[in-house]
């Protein structure tokens, strides 16, 4: 994908060798534990390691990660983009946004809580709409390009995106399920900048699954999605 492949000229990324936390984050990936990447992508010690962190992010992006590791992805361009005054990373991130949420809603048609993928939309919006901000104020033809390049990489990757777990933990039905399994615990969070109230970190109980709708009740919802994919691309970044 040539949107995203632009980043490993840009970034000049350091040998896979020389960044320890690569293996860090393998590991946490590879056991599922999404928020604990995304925490850890953050928690970067030098430059050398979040160029890297950048590097591994993209390759799980182009291989279909879940939408957790996108969205961090994005917010992790957008940081460093907005600190070295970056046009190419603030782009880039805006891409991957727009990609995210073009990805939620497909993989949300799998949800049995049809409110499910809206309100993971509204939770990633939230706090990110400078974001979109910047990308609507590019050249048409750059506008033009992350549109395409969205929907071009949502294509690419859906056959292998997995089944979603925490944009179906999302909807409100699935809130009240949450809350009533054994062993959930609720915090209520510290306001976070351009949010105008406190959200509640839910962490489940164990037994606590989401619950996911058949290929035949799926599959059509997922046409119906893609369908509104021009609609929700002039919400997000307008030609």
């Known amino acids: 994908m040539k949107a995203l492949a632009v980043l490993l000229v840009l970034l000049a990324l350091p040998a896979r060798a020389q960044v320890p936390a690569l293996a860090e984050l393998d590991r946490l990936y590879a056991a599922g534990q999404y928020r604990e990447v995304s925490q850890r992508m953050f928690a970067t010690r030098d430059n050398a390691e979040a160029r890297a962190i950048l590097g591994w992010a993209q390759a799980r992006v182009q291989a279909a990660a879940p939408h957790v590791i996108a969205v961090a992805y994005s917010d992790l361009l957008w940081q460093i983009g907005e600190g070295q005054s970056n046009d190419a990373l603030r782009e880039e991130a805006g891409l991957v946004l727009v990609y995210s949420i073009l990805a939620v809603g497909v993989d949300g048609a799998k949800c049995a809580d049809a409110s499910a993928s809206d309100a993971r939309v509204r939770q990633i919006l939230s706090t990110r709409q400078a974001r979109l901000d910047f990308a609507r104020g590019r050249p048409a033809d750059r506008r033009a390009h992350l549109r395409n390049s969205a929907v071009a990489l949502e ?14 933990a999302a909807g409100e039905d699935e809130i009240a399920r949450q809350l009533a399994t054994p062993g959930t615990v609720a ?9 105008a109230r406190r959200t509640v970190d839910i962490e489940p109980g164990p037994t606590y699954r989401p619950r996911f709708l058949g290929p035949e009740s799926w599959h059509p919802r997922q046409t119906q999605v ?9 919400q997000l970044v307008p030609a």
């Open 226 to 234: 893609r369908a509104r994919f021009a609609r929700i691309l002039d």
């Open 187 to 195: 915090r209520e969070q510290p306001l976070k900048p351009g949010e």
């Open 155 to 168: 294509q690419s990757t859906a056959a292998r995106r997995p089944e979603d777990r925490d944009i179906c």
